[in-house]
């Protein structure tokens, strides 16, 4: 039977990535939405086509729509500002998405929300993806909603043990003793996929995590063991955290968000997630260990230094 066409908004982000390799391989043709397309080549050597598109711009989201039988949104405006700002992006340019794909005829839209979204999350960002899976739920366009936990590329390597490996030094926000549960962006794709391509999809709703709990200090000493280099870690106190991000709001309020989370008390909201072996037995999904993602992390910059 011949694949679905398959539309990706976020197709050039650590889970829109992997998602297009997969589907590629799979022989899928393949929509890539970003807004900055000459740094999509790598998604058009694979056989996507590229195409510009913003979810501020209605328009393009309608001729992006077009034509397609299954979208997957994995955009998010988290750190963003200005026209790019988060409501602009992850409320208004969602719902705009979804009336985009319903007018088209879209069969299926795979919305990436988030772990612990709820209408009380004490960050905006988690309560924009609790309403706008209400929306979708809403809209009678059939969907399926995946809410994975941290991303391991962002939050184990990119704002964590990357410093350390490159800088000697890992910079983390406020005490890094909460337990949070990471996921590797490839294993969510996995599961994105099979979420967009099979016939009836094998799930509705799915809570998508990695084993076990590790806090940021833990993470950075992983590195440090991993890598044979001290575990140097500085930490921006959560009260100047906090203090930045309230002069940097009106500016940034991207940066200002992401500061005033990641000082939020321990125990202001749970990063836990004790649904890993659940996964892996309904799913038959093998889930990334954080040990092997740092042991690959640390492997390459090895390679390359
Ligand atoms: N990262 C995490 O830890 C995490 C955890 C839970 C859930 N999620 C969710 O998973 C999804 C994917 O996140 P990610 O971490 O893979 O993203 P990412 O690597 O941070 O990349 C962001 C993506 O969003 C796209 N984007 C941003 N603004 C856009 C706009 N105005 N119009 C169209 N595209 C726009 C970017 O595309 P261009 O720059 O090419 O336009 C890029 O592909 C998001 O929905 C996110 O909220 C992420």
């Excluded at 969907?143 to 000697?168: D, I, S, Y």
Aim: hydrophobic content about 45%; proline content about 7%.
């Amino acid at each position: 039977m011949k694949p679905p066409h398959v539309l990706v908004v976020g197709a050039t982000g650590a889970l829109g990535r992997p998602v297009v390799r997969l589907l590629r391989e799979r022989g899928v043709p393949v929509r890539a939405l970003s807004r900055h397309p000459a740094q999509a080549a790598d998604l058009a050597a694979l056989g996507a086509e590229v195409v510009a598109g913003d979810l501020t711009d209605p328009a393009s989201l309608q001729r992006a729509c077009a034509g397609v039988q299954r979208v997957l949104a994995s955009a998010h405006g988290l750190l963003g500002r200005g026209r790019w700002r988060s409501e602009a992006v992850d409320d208004a340019g969602h719902r705009a998405l979804f009336a985009a794909a319903k007018a088209a005829g879209v069969e299926r839209l795979v919305y990436t929300s988030a772990h612990g979204a709820a209408p009380d999350h004490p960050i905006d960002f988690f309560r924009t993806k609790h309403a706008v899976e209400q929306a979708l739920a809403a809209s009678g366009l059939p969907h399926v909603v995946l809410r994975p936990t941290a991303f391991m590329e962002q939050h184990v390597h990119l704002f964590n043990g990357k410093g350390l490996l490159e800088k000697g030094k890992a910079q983390l926000i406020g005490p890094g003793s909460k337990p949070r549960n990471f996921v590797a962006a490839g294993d969510v794709a996995q599961l994105a996929v099979r979420a967009l391509l099979e016939d009836p999809p094998p799930f509705k709703v799915l809570s998508i995590g990695g084993h076990g709990h590790h806090s940021n200090t833990q993470v950075a000493e992983l590195y440090a063991r991993e890598a044979g280099i001290p575990a140097r870690i500085g930490r921006l106190p959560a009260g100047v955290a906090r203090t930045i991000a309230a002069l940097a709001a009106p500016l940034h309020p991207g940066m200002a968000r992401v500061l005033r989370l990641s000082a939020l008390p321990d125990d202001a909201y749970s990063e836990r997630f004790d649904g890993a072996a659940a996964l892996e037995r309904d799913h038959g999904i093998r889930l990334t260990r954080i040990e092997q993602f740092v042991r690959e992390r640390v492997a390459e910059s090895r390679g390359r230094g």
